[in-house]
Protein backbone atom coordinates (compact mmCIF):
# COMPACT_ATOMS: atom_id res chain seq x y z
CA UNK A 1 0.00 0.00 0.00
CA UNK A 2 1.84 3.45 -0.64
CA UNK A 3 2.41 5.99 1.64
CA UNK A 4 0.34 8.73 0.73
CA UNK A 5 1.66 10.57 4.12
CA UNK A 6 4.93 10.17 3.77
CA UNK A 7 4.41 11.27 -0.24
CA UNK A 8 3.01 14.53 0.96
CA UNK A 9 5.63 14.93 3.22
CA UNK A 10 8.24 14.63 0.67
CA UNK A 11 6.49 16.85 -1.48
CA UNK A 12 5.59 19.81 1.07
CA UNK A 13 9.57 19.13 1.44
CA UNK A 14 10.64 19.87 -1.95
CA UNK A 15 8.44 22.81 -2.42
CA UNK A 16 9.77 24.28 0.69
CA UNK A 17 13.06 23.74 -0.61
CA UNK A 18 12.40 25.25 -4.32
CA UNK A 19 9.82 28.13 -2.81
CA UNK A 20 13.36 29.22 -1.17
CA UNK A 21 15.32 28.87 -3.74
CA UNK A 22 12.55 31.41 -5.91
CA UNK A 23 12.84 33.80 -3.21
CA UNK A 24 16.76 33.66 -3.09
CA UNK A 25 16.57 34.00 -6.84
CA UNK A 26 14.16 37.22 -6.51
CA UNK A 27 16.08 38.64 -3.88
CA UNK A 28 19.13 38.42 -6.19
CA UNK A 29 17.38 40.22 -9.19
CA UNK A 30 15.99 42.76 -7.00
CA UNK A 31 19.63 43.96 -5.69
CA UNK A 32 21.01 47.00 -6.63
CA UNK A 33 24.39 45.48 -5.87
CA UNK A 34 24.49 43.78 -9.19
CA UNK A 35 24.95 43.95 -12.90
CA UNK A 36 21.58 45.31 -14.01
CA UNK A 37 21.43 44.12 -17.51
CA UNK A 38 22.20 40.11 -15.70
CA UNK A 39 19.60 40.66 -13.13
CA UNK A 40 16.68 42.15 -15.68
CA UNK A 41 18.13 39.10 -18.18
CA UNK A 42 17.56 36.59 -15.29
CA UNK A 43 14.28 37.79 -14.60
CA UNK A 44 12.71 37.71 -17.69
CA UNK A 45 14.51 34.06 -18.22
CA UNK A 46 12.83 32.95 -15.37
CA UNK A 47 9.32 34.89 -16.14
CA UNK A 48 10.24 36.84 -12.67
CA UNK A 49 9.21 40.80 -12.10
CA UNK A 50 12.19 42.76 -13.57
CA UNK A 51 13.79 45.01 -10.80
CA UNK A 52 12.26 48.62 -11.58
CA UNK A 53 15.01 50.98 -12.42
CA UNK A 54 13.35 53.60 -9.98
CA UNK A 55 15.54 53.76 -6.60
CA UNK A 56 13.23 52.59 -3.91
CA UNK A 57 13.19 54.34 -0.68
CA UNK A 58 11.22 53.69 2.59
CA UNK A 59 11.30 57.32 3.36
CA UNK A 60 9.37 58.51 0.27
CA UNK A 61 6.64 56.27 1.28
CA UNK A 62 3.91 59.03 3.95
CA UNK A 63 3.99 55.84 6.69
CA UNK A 64 7.79 54.94 6.05
CA UNK A 65 6.64 51.65 4.44
CA UNK A 66 8.39 50.01 1.50
CA UNK A 67 6.00 49.67 -1.86
CA UNK A 68 4.06 46.74 -2.50
CA UNK A 69 6.86 45.50 -5.36
CA UNK A 70 9.71 46.53 -3.02
CA UNK A 71 10.81 42.02 -1.97
CA UNK A 72 14.39 42.95 -0.58
CA UNK A 73 14.57 41.42 3.05
CA UNK A 74 13.91 43.99 6.11
CA UNK A 75 16.67 45.39 8.44
CA UNK A 76 14.86 42.96 10.92
CA UNK A 77 15.40 39.66 8.60
CA UNK A 78 16.23 36.26 10.33
CA UNK A 79 16.23 38.02 13.54
CA UNK A 80 14.11 36.32 16.24
CA UNK A 81 10.28 37.61 16.54
CA UNK A 82 10.79 36.94 19.90
CA UNK A 83 11.51 39.93 22.69
CA UNK A 84 14.19 38.76 25.70
CA UNK A 85 11.42 38.75 28.14
CA UNK A 86 9.59 35.63 27.25
CA UNK A 87 10.16 32.36 28.10
Given amino acids: MPDLAGDLANAENELARLRGI ?6 WIHDDAYDSEARCALARRL ?3 EPSSRARSTLSAPDGHRPADDH ?6 GQSTRS ?3 D
Fill in 84 to 86: TTE
Fill in 72 to 77: RPGPNA
Fill in 22 to 27: VADTAA
Fill in 47 to 49: KLP
